[in-house]
Nanobody
Framework: VQLQASGGGLVQAGGSLRLSCAAS????????MGWFRQAPGKEREFVAV????????YYADSVKGRFTSSRDNAKNTVYLQMNGLKPEDTAVYYC?????????????????WGQGTLVTVSS
């Protein structure tokens, strides 16, 4: 399984970005998919997770109401729409495949990770 994240960049506070994560390999639609981020000097933290069908999502409190995750199983791709970006959202964002259908919030609940895409929000 390979995950390729893209869509990061530099944006001003209040702006928007859309991250994509394309998956190859084993069936994509059988797994929940998560987004995590890691800021310099900090631990990797949970951002969002979407169920295998796309029918359920769950977000960290820090992004709730601003970020939206979606997926297109026909394209083996999951998305993270980020609106109202804040400087504290600056981090490398990672997509990850859950170990099953469980929509976990912990790093250890995910077994495959993308390479990360950098999001920088200027004030």
């Amino acid at each position: 399984v390979q995950l390729q994240a893209s869509g990061g960049g530099l944006v001003q506070a209040g702006g928007s970005l859309r991250l994509s994560c394309a998956a190859s390999g084993r069936p994509f639609s059988s797994y929940a998919m998560g987004w995590f981020r890691q800021a310099p000097g900090k631990e990797r933290e949970f951002v969002a997770v979407i169920s295998w069908s796309g029918g359920s999502t769950y977000y960290a409190d820090s992004v709730k109401g601003r970020f939206t995750s979606s997926r297109d199983n026909a394209k083996n791709t999951v998305y993270l729409q980020m609106n109202g970006l804040k400087p504290e959202d600056t981090a490398v964002y990672y997509c990850a495949r859950a170990r099953g259908i469980t929509m976990g919030t912990m790093v250890r609940q995910y077994d495959y990770w993308g390479q990360g895409t950098l999001v920088t929000v200027s004030s």
